[in-house]
């Protein structure tokens, strides 16, 4: 078995409440010089059989239709550490 891993994360121009509230709150924890938060899902997922061009193709598809909101977020898929 192989495994693909789907980043997904907002589009840079969206909003990040949630990237934001952890970055006001890492100097309060003692985090110092982060300039910056954004956070995202990760999808990892076993795949049966070879992953081909046909099975990246439907994993495209799947993140494409189902993993991400392609209206506010952008995504990747990875393969063995590849960007595909």
């Known amino acids: 078995m192989a495994r ?3 980043d997904v994360m907002l589009k ?3 909003l990040d409440p ?3 509230a952890v970055q006001r709150a890492l100097p309060r924890l003692g985090f ?3 300039a910056d938060v954004r956070q995202g899902k990760r999808f990892e ?3 049966e059989g070879p992953v081909d061009e046909a099975a990246l193709a439907r994993i495209h598809e799947m993140a494409e239709t ?4 392609t209206v506010i977020e ?3 898929v990875k ?3 590849e960007a595909q």
């Open 74 to 76: 952008d995504f990747t």
């Open 45 to 47: 997922l076993e795949v």
């Open 18 to 20: 949630q990237g934001q």
């Open 12 to 14: 840079p121009e969206i």
């Open 32 to 34: 110092e010089g982060i």
């Open 66 to 69: 189902f993993l991400a909101n």
């Open 79 to 81: 393969v063995d550490g």
């Open 4 to 6: 693909v891993v789907v």
